[in-house]
């Protein structure tokens, strides 16, 4: 799955650009941000950032390798990140609900199969016919 995203990177001379320019004007930001608090280390952010700004905008292509480990880093960055917050959707949403469940006794779904019954289907409120109810139902 991972290999699969890998391979469908695009790395056109335009998207390079995009890359160089939006990479390099971050950091070029944090780099005057930080000149202007009086930082210690002004040109660390700074100095890459107007390389990769005229990297971008003179031979795009240059870029090219470090676009690429960027996009893999955040390509397996996704991977993990995706599967930690699911997870913890999981436990503190729904097993909090699994368990208000089976506390209360609620039967939120109806799944259970009664022998006796006839059908199991649920008769809804007669309610008067209005042509606006079937306008723009979604």
Do not use: C
């Amino acid at each position: 799955m991972i290999k699969e995203e890998l391979k469908q990177i695009k790395s056109t001379p335009a998207e390079l650009r995009k890359f160089g320019l939006t990479i390099g004007g971050l950091l070029t930001l944090i780099g005057i941000i930080m000149i202007i608090l009086d930082a210690k280390h002004k040109l660390i952010f700074s100095g890459p950032g107007f390389l990769f700004m005229f990297l971008g905008l003179t031979f795009p292509k240059a870029l090219k390798w470090i676009y690429k480990l960027w996009m893999g880093f955040s390509v397996v960055l996704g991977f993990f990140s995706t599967r930690i917050i699911l997870s913890l959707l999981f436990y503190f949403v729904l097993t909090p609900i699994n368990f208000l469940h089976k506390f209360t006794g609620k039967n939120f779904l109806d799944l259970k199969i009664e022998k006796s019954a006839e059908s199991y289907w649920q008769k809804r409120p007669q309610v008067a016919f209005d042509k606006s109810r079937y306008e723009k139902q979604f």
